[in-house]
């Protein structure tokens, strides 16, 4: 039983926070106005309208009016950011129980401290931040860029960030933040969408096609999305745990903004050619006596000449990439129609989107395969998938909501569905691929397969690999404010997908490689859960006319689902296409499931609002650390000082603002969910001429098993030039991983496994 009195003091503690609520209101005021384009005298909308050293704030309505209740009487700080517009404050007296009024006129400014960016205790100026932050704006860009997908919106547009393109319609990129982190582990960034973290593995398929896979962070439509922020690296993204060293990209979607309903349609044709330069394949021969051309002769290869068995007298050359009878390029296309509407009042707002997207790639069977599938098939056309091995269609749908029950209480819930079905062709490094055969032939296409290694379009493009998708992304939020000085927020939310990958191969219709002629098919069928839900309370105070204290204290838990379920099936029966019409077949079956629990607290003060300090402290437990390691703590310290604020400063027509930052953090990246683990597999052993199933020890596990941890230093500075129209940010970081996670090789006498994880390095 719970002690009575430690009860009885938490009542009372509860108690007072409520009973004070509306002994405070009574000697509280208001403040209303509109906030204006000074040149233009237009409303601005969507406008932030903050009370400086408090958690109170209100944005614009679409008539540009904003009102803030619940501040406490006396002198208030009022300061007004819009994006596109330079900040500005002014000082306000409020009287008790009376509604003052005070209206801003901004003036146009492309960039600003006073921007408000996304952190992970809540929204900042990204003045008080000790980090560098990139915004991009995605709402802007899809407007006016050829954005087709979310590494589109990434590349190139953030400092540190290297965004290597996928080559096929539907594959992923790699995208690296301030370079790799690890050796082992992955070193994708970490994704947060509207306070979710989402899945976004960029090698999303139980189908190897020789490298080239999908990405679920492409099943996030750009249309949707307002702005992303990159966080990079363990120094500013320490608050945000195990699994953040690699940087972490948040994204916003779009919202409702007050005022009628405004209406979006949009439509996209295109057409799509491979404008890479392929190289000529070539190839040395010697003659024979009986030979009448090179191509006849016998092959002589460099190691040959070198060892002086072998005397080149020619050489051939071709490009299958240029030959309209052998190219696999030909003209892709892409198709895209969307409709969004948003609007609302200044209760609630609300937006929703539809989009449709259909892309087919270049690839295409050249004409060569195509009569030869015709003459050996008898048949009259050739099958579209197989005509068209690479291909994605996509139907994206969003609903986002926001109300307003009452000054003190916000609500949003955002919801998004993507059903996509996508498919791609053997490539990359693969023998029985397009690249490999492709690249490597005979140097002439007299070789019976017009150019090409071993194997034709005709046999490889004949294996379709399928992906269907259907995905669910919602997150609900809460924020309530009971006073000037104390803010609530929460989020829970759930990134749910549904995977069905299948590869088929008919018989007799593939390459000749092995048993593959024979026909297989491979149907496997994945679960996602990714549970988030985060809760945190903020205590802002202004202690003195130049001194202000923010503090916060949350917790996170995330919990991870993954579980698949797989059947496969070789030597199939004439004319069929399903798993039970093989010879032979396999099952399969697996589950992961990962915890993850975190605690932080961070103190931000102010002064003078140009000098800002940060310290922050996190702690995780996760259920992939070993059973002998139970926590890790990553720590942060960040100032941030706005000199171009200080009386000293030179004015200077040209320069408008200068900041200088520097923080020092350390953040990790967790290990797989059963590396730590001992664990034994299943088996069939031969026991007295009779088959037995077995246990097999597969794995030792490691109960000291801990995260790799990055610390990292970072220094730089950012001005403003030009009327603000230039930007200059650098930035110097220093970046250092200590417990590395490396597979050991073990020695055979272990018994089990080769290798297991091991923290090693310093």
Sequence with gaps: MKDPSRVLQISAVIALLVGTVPVAAAQQGAVGGVVTDQTSGNPIGAARVAAVGTAVFAQTNATGRYVLSGLSAGEVTL??????????????????????????????????????VVTATGEQAKREVGNVINSIRADSLVQTRPIANMNDLLSAKAPGVEVLAGNLTGSGSRVRIRGTNSLSLNNEPLYIIDGVRMTADNNSSSIGIGGTNPSRINDINPEEIESIEVVKGPSAAALYGTAASTGVIIITTKRGRPGPARWSVYAEQGFITDQNTYPNAYRGWRTTPTASTPTNGVQCILTQVAAGTCTQD??????????????????????????????????????????????????????????????????????????????????SLRANVETHPNSRLDLAISTGFVSSTQRLPQTDNNTTGLLSNGLGGPGNKDNGRYGYRAFTPNEFFSETVNQN???????????????????????????????????????????????????????????????????SGTATFQLTPTLSSRTTLGMQYLKTVFDRNGAAAENLSPGFTTVDAGAIQRVSEVTDIGKTFGAFVEEHVGFKDRVFVTGALRVDDNSAFGSSFKAVYYPKLSVSYVISDEPFFPRWSWLNNMRLRAAIGASGVQPGTTDALRFFSPGIARIESADNPVIIFSALGNTKLKPERAREIEIGGEATLFNSRLNLNLTYYNKRTSDALIARILPPSAGASVSRFENLGA
């Design 79 to 116: 300061r007004v950011s819009a994006i596109g517009y330079g900040a500005v404050t002014r000082v306000v007296t409020v009287a008790a129980g009376e509604a003052a009024t005070q209206d801003f006129a901004l003036t146009l400014q492309p960039y600003s401290l006073d921007e408000i």
């Design 314 to 395: 020619s050489v051939t050359s071709f490009n299958l990439f240029t030959d309209p009878q052998t190219t696999p390029n030909a003209m892709g296309y892409r198709n895209q129609y969307g409709l969004q509407v948003s609007g609302g009042s200044d209760a609630s707002s609300y937006f929703v989107s539809g989009e449709y997207e259909n892309e087919v790639s270049q690839l295409k069977m050249p004409p060569f395969a195509v009569d030869t599938l015709l003459k050996i098939r008898q048949i009259s056309e050739v099958p579209f998938e197989q005509l068209r091995p690479n291909a994605r269609r996509r139907v």
């Design 469 to 535: 998708i259907n995905r669910f992304i919602g997150s609900g939020t809460a924020n309530w404010r009971p006073t000037s000085w104390l803010a609530f927020r929460a989020t829970s939310g759930l990134d749910f997908t549904q995977r069905l990958d299948t590869d088929l191969c008919r018989r007799e219709e593939c390459v000749d490689f092995g048993t593959v002629k024979t026909g297989f098919k491979t149907d496997n069928r994945t679960n996602f859960f990714s549970y988030t839900g985060d809760a």
